[in-house]
């Protein structure tokens, strides 16, 4: 009975605290309504979470996040640069598409984080079949070059971990 109406335990007790934060009070109530956004939450988006996770290889993962956060702060700077230095009709952003192997909701998911959270490259699309991204880049002066980077930096290490 309590599994049913507390699927996700976690997220459920980080919306109650949220909630309390929010209203910075602990009067019946805020803990009334906080208990409410902690059941009905999860409830009402169960349909919109990915598959259950399925993770494999750790020691990847561990990579890719430390690769992640080291291509961030490159990417940070390497955007500061350009805006500081150069025009932007000098700065050649472009959409590009890049075709994807990888099919694992959970997978696709953590690759838009990756993407979005790396200054210059937005998500933008997925094709309906999740074969091609759409991905606008500030500095797209090799589209080719980003394909491949995206490709062998960060699919192939979320197949390893994800599929």
Wanted: charge should be positive; charged fraction near 20%.
């Amino acid at each position: 009975m309590i599994r049913r109406l507390v699927p996700h335990p976690l997220l459920s007790a980080a919306l109650f605290g949220l909630w309390l934060l929010l209203v910075q009070s602990l009067a019946p109530p805020s803990l009334l309504m906080a208990l409410l956004a902690a059941i009905a939450g999860p409830l009402l988006t169960d349909s919109l979470r990915p598959a259950p996770v399925r993770m494999r290889r750790p020691w990847t993962a561990c990579r890719l996040m430390a690769r992640v956060l080291a291509d961030a702060l490159r990417s940070n700077l390497h955007v500061a640069r350009l805006l500081l230095t150069r025009r932007s009709n000098d700065i050649p952003s472009a959409f590009v598409r890049v075709p994807l192997e990888l099919r694992d909701p959970n997978a696709l998911a953590v690759l838009a984080l990756i993407l979005c959270a790396t200054p210059g490259t937005t998500w933008a699309e997925l094709a309906l079949d999740r074969s091609v991204l759409l991905l606008h880049v500030f500095d797209a002066r090799d589209p080719g070059q980003v394909v491949a980077d995206i490709k062998q930096r960060y699919e192939r290490p979320l197949m390893e971990i994800f599929e």
